[in-house]
């Protein structure tokens, strides 16, 4: 900094003004300032300064599955969010695995980020750690079940209720569910919107047409093979998650069904393919990207708030949107009998 102050002509408290913003510093001084640091490659040492304000101004984010296109939108929005408020994003991808999340949370705390972001695993606990010791920390699609813990998630009971009510306006009533895993909150609710929506029209909720998957493509298309093969199967199915809907698909074509005129599908998350495919798929769209940017903007509240506030748990739920495009149609057997 001395040598950075010695060719601006400034004060070393000018440079250090500039590069840590802690005073305003005019224009024309800032640039004199700003073209010294690049004449001499000089780039300021951020652990050095972290320790004397007592922050780094970095933030920790776990996702389970980095191969799944949802969480990169909710990444997209979360970065955005960050970097207009200065902060950086360290991502760590625990690939459904428990401990691994619980080394990438020790890590994260070990380099003293600011705060957290994370999507657990369904086996996980690791975080309990974390929340009891008052960390800023704000969960991400997934919100653990029995913890006083702030999220940003989906409407999922809203959103399985839209797919189903959408099934049934078609004149559907054998509706089979292929869920994910039912520890984690999103598929647990979708599954009770499914149920609530089909109680509410009186229609069976039948135990064949209820599959538990594993968010694979393969458990997609076991599951759809399966479905199929009932002596009497179901005329439409909704898919939980966006790999077993690739899965279901490639089920019903192996198996020559025409879709939607034998059995029409309905999946979650609106990705590039889904509306590409063939026949277009009708989805139940996630705002992804705002879930990211509102849980980044929950963690700098709770990152900034030195009252009780900031321990305080707030669950914020935003409404998905059914897009129906060709994968969804009449019930046949409706029609038939209408005529």
Not at 60 to 80: K, L, S, W
Not at 118 to 135: M, P
Request: charged share 25%; glycine share 6%.
């Amino acid at each position: 900094m001395r040598d950075v102050a010695r060719l601006a002509e400034v004060s070393i408290a000018t440079v250090s003004a500039v590069v840590n913003g802690t005073a305003v510093v005019s224009e024309a001084l800032a640039k004199r300032v700003r073209d010294a640091m690049a004449a001499l490659d000089y780039h300021p040492d951020q652990v050095a300064r972290s320790l004397k304000v007592g922050r780094t101004d970095v933030i920790g984010m776990v996702i389970p599955d980095i191969t799944n296109a949802f969480f990169p939108e909710v990444v997209c929005g979360v970065e955005f969010a960050a970097q207009a408020e200065g902060y950086s994003v360290i991502l760590c991808n625990s690939n459904e695995d428990p401990a691994r999340e619980q080394r990438h949370l020790m890590e994260l705390f070990s380099r003293r980020v600011d705060g957290v972001l994370i999507a657990c695993s369904a086996e996980s606990t690791a975080y309990e750690s974390l929340v009891s010791r008052r960390f800023p920390i704000v969960f991400v699609d997934r919100v653990p079940k029995g913890l006083p813990v702030s999220a940003v998630s989906t409407d999922n009971v809203d959103a399985g209720d839209q797919a189903t009510r959408h099934l049934i306006d078609l004149g559907h009533e054998r509706i089979a569910f292929i869920t994910g895993n039912l520890r984690l909150s999103p598929h647990a609710d979708r599954l009770d919107g499914f149920r609530h929506a089909m109680q509410r029209f009186h229609l069976p909720v039948r135990d064949e047409y209820l599959r538990v998957g594993d968010l694979q493509v393969e458990s997609g298309q076991r599951h759809g093979n399966e479905l199929l093969s009932l002596s009497t199967p179901p005329t439409a199915i909704i898919s939980s998650n966006n790999r077993m809907l690739l899965g279901l698909m490639r089920a019903i074509s192996a198996a020559g069904v025409q879709c939607p005129g034998e059995t029409s599908v309905i999946g979650f998350d609106d990705l590039v393919w889904t509306a590409n495919y063939s026949p277009k798929l009708t989805t139940v769209a996630q705002p992804s990207y705002e879930i990211g940017r509102l849980a980044l903007e929950m963690l700098l509240a709770k990152m900034r708030s030195e009252s009780e506030e900031s321990t305080v748990a707030t669950v914020k739920m935003l409404k998905a949107e059914l897009r129906v495009r060709e994968s969804t149609g009449p019930c046949r057997h409706a029609l038939s009998i209408a005529g």
